[in-house]
């Protein structure tokens, strides 16, 4: 089945620092996505990426869709101490029968002020 | 507002004591469906609801059963809690199959 490798598993960083993080794959989709999930909260969606070659920006986020369809990458410029939790990227194909995703394992970043 | 609710947000039960986890949506949503998310890992896919039509994973225990009674509730039932199932419960909804996903702020279950 697909799997989706994430890295770095987790970062320590300081205030103000830029942080980046990817996934890739070992088959394509059609949607990459990247969630951020606080302690004891639900993933919350940060941007969606539909098109291979894509780049999206939300806020100080930025997020691609590699050309291949099967890589990812989420950089976050200046980052402040709100930005810490857990980020999973999740890769979608449509045409399936119920849009399943498949998650990675997720990078725990940690920001210190 | 909330648009994907779950209650509770906590829930403690015993060991083989049945419970129930609601989630509700205010989207209209086509979709449902229903996570189970251990500490430091990835939600893991239950099973979903694409409007009445249930679909479950291969893996997901007999234990865990869900229902659908309109389109704006689904519940998780758990027949018999064991130690292992105490985890996150995550609902999510999307409009349609490749849709994208919105999670709702999860149930904490303990199972003692």
């Known amino acids: 089945g697909q799997q989706l490798n994430q890295s770095p598993q987790s970062m320590f960083i300081q205030e103000g620092e830029d942080v980046s993080m990817n996934c890739t794959s070992s088959?394509?989709?059609?949607?990459w996505l990247w969630y951020k999930q606080d302690p004891g909260e639900g993933p919350v969606l940060l941007i969606a990426l539909y098109k291979a070659g894509e780049l999206t920006s939300n806020g100080r986020l930025t997020a691609q869709f590699g050309i291949t369809r099967k890589d990812s990458f989420l950089n976050i410029s200046a980052s402040i101490p709100s930005d810490v939790g857990i980020y999973f990227c999740a890769g979608q194909n449509s045409g399936t029968s119920y849009g399943k995703l498949t998650f990675g394992q997720g990078t725990i970043l940690t920001v210190h002020p | 507002d909330a648009m994907v609710i779950q209650n509770p947000r906590y829930q403690v039960t015993q060991f083989g004591k049945p419970v129930t986890l609601s989630c509700s949506q205010t989207l209209n949503h086509n979709v449902m469906y229903w996570y189970q998310q251990k500490s430091s890992q990835a939600p893991k896919l239950l099973f979903h609801?694409?409007?009445?039509?249930?679909?479950n994973e291969a893996d997901t225990p007999d234990n865990f059963q869900s229902r659908r009674p309109n389109t704006s509730f689904c519940f998780l039932d758990i027949r018999s809690p064991g130690l292992g199932d105490a985890a996150m419960y995550l609902c999510?909804?999307?409009?349609?199959?490749?849709?994208?996903?919105?999670f709702g702020p999860g149930t904490r279950l303990t199972v003692l």
């Open positions: 609801y694409y409007d009445k039509d249930f679909n």
């Open positions: 999510a909804t999307t409009t349609g199959v490749a849709d994208t996903q919105y």
């Open positions: 088959s394509i989709f059609n949607t």
